[in-house]
């Protein structure tokens, strides 16, 4: 068997920056950037083509002002997104699992395509990726702020920064269904006989629709992780 998908890449990328430096209210900066890929690929083996559309965006401003005095304050905030999505080229188009008639499986639309089908000789027969549908979000806000002064043979800084995390996941196996096919229903009646040879043909049970093991994942396990972290100091050096 021979894949023919074509590999199809796209990439987007944006960015763009202002810097504005005055002598009395000092330097501010924003910087802003997005990066979008797309890819369609076969994997050569006997799995559907798989799609995978991935967006990152950073953000950043900051502001930087020398006072009176001989101090100085340095103040930034930051944004990171990441998004990821890698699912079948039929999702949303194609629900296989409908149209053979397999009950009690995830109907969402995203997790449209073919069921794993399963040799017992190890032999997989076209079939969708079953560890797809994938998608995943996180995000990263940062603030930070940092003071520092001179007072003769002191130098003192003051500063702190919070930071929280946040992660959106979602993944599942087997959703469309895993059906074995072992022979079994193609087998002969036994012998009666210890050295009976092996009867039976996976690909016959196949042709018959009679899978001897199914197995499937009931709902759609999810994550959402949040984290918060901050962190202060204070320095005096002389």
Same mark, same amino acid.
């Given at each position: 068997?021979?894949?023919?998908?074509?590999?199809?890449?796209?990439?987007?990328?944006?960015?763009?920056?202002?810097?504005?430096?005055? @002598?009395?209210?000092? #330097?501010?900066?924003?910087?802003?950037? !997005? &990066?979008?890929?797309?890819? /369609?690929?076969? +994997?050569?083996? =006997?799995?559907?083509?798989?799609?995978?559309?991935?967006?990152?965006?950073?953000?950043?401003?900051?502001?930087?002002?020398?006072?009176?005095?001989?101090?100085?304050?340095?103040?930034?905030?930051?944004?990171?997104?990441?998004?990821?999505?890698?699912?079948?080229?039929? @999702?949303?188009?194609? #629900?296989?699992?409908?149209?053979?008639? !397999? &009950?009690?499986?995830?109907? /969402?639309?995203? +997790?449209?395509? =073919?069921?794993?089908?399963?040799?017992?000789?190890?032999?997989?027969?076209?079939?969708?990726?079953?560890?797809?549908?994938?998608?995943?979000?996180?995000?990263?806000?940062?603030?930070?702020?940092?003071?520092?002064?001179?007072?003769?043979?002191?130098?003192?800084?003051?500063?702190?920064?919070?930071?929280?995390?946040?992660?959106?996941?979602?993944?599942?196996?087997?959703?469309?269904?895993?059906?074995?096919?072992?022979?079994?229903?193609?087998?002969?009646?036994?012998?009666?006989?210890?050295?009976?040879?092996?009867?039976?043909?996976?690909?016959?049970?196949?042709?018959?629709?009679?899978?001897?093991?199914?197995?499937?994942?009931?709902?759609?396990?999810?994550?959402?992780?949040?984290?918060?972290?901050?962190?202060?100091?204070?320095?005096?050096?002389?």
């Amino acid at each position: 068997y021979l894949s023919t998908t074509p590999v199809l890449n796209g990439n987007d990328s944006v960015s763009g920056r202002v810097d504005w430096d005055t @002598a009395s209210r000092g #330097n501010l900066f924003a910087r802003y950037s !997005i &990066n979008d890929e797309r890819s /369609d690929a076969g +994997n050569g083996r =006997l799995l559907e083509p798989t799609r995978l559309s991935l967006r990152a965006q950073q953000a950043a401003i900051g502001h930087t002002y020398a006072g009176r005095g001989d101090w100085v304050n340095e103040f930034r905030l930051g944004f990171n997104r990441l998004k990821i999505q890698d699912i079948s080229i039929n @999702a949303f188009t194609n #629900n296989y699992v409908g149209q053979l008639g !397999i &009950n009690g499986l995830d109907e /969402d639309p995203v +997790n449209y395509g =073919l069921p794993a089908f399963i040799l017992t000789s190890n032999l997989l027969i076209t079939s969708d990726d079953p560890t797809l549908p994938l998608t995943q979000a996180s995000e990263t806000f940062q603030a930070l702020d940092h003071w520092s002064v001179r007072r003769g043979r002191h130098t003192v800084q003051l500063g702190g920064e919070v930071r929280r995390y946040v992660m959106a996941y979602q993944d599942r196996m087997n959703s469309r269904g895993y059906l074995t096919f072992t022979g079994s229903f193609t087998a002969a009646p036994p012998c009666g006989q210890p050295s009976c040879p092996p009867t039976g043909d996976p690909f016959g049970d196949f042709l018959l629709g009679y899978p001897g093991v199914t197995q499937r994942t009931v709902g759609q396990p999810q994550a959402y992780l949040r984290q918060l972290g901050y962190a202060f100091y204070a320095q005096d050096e002389f």
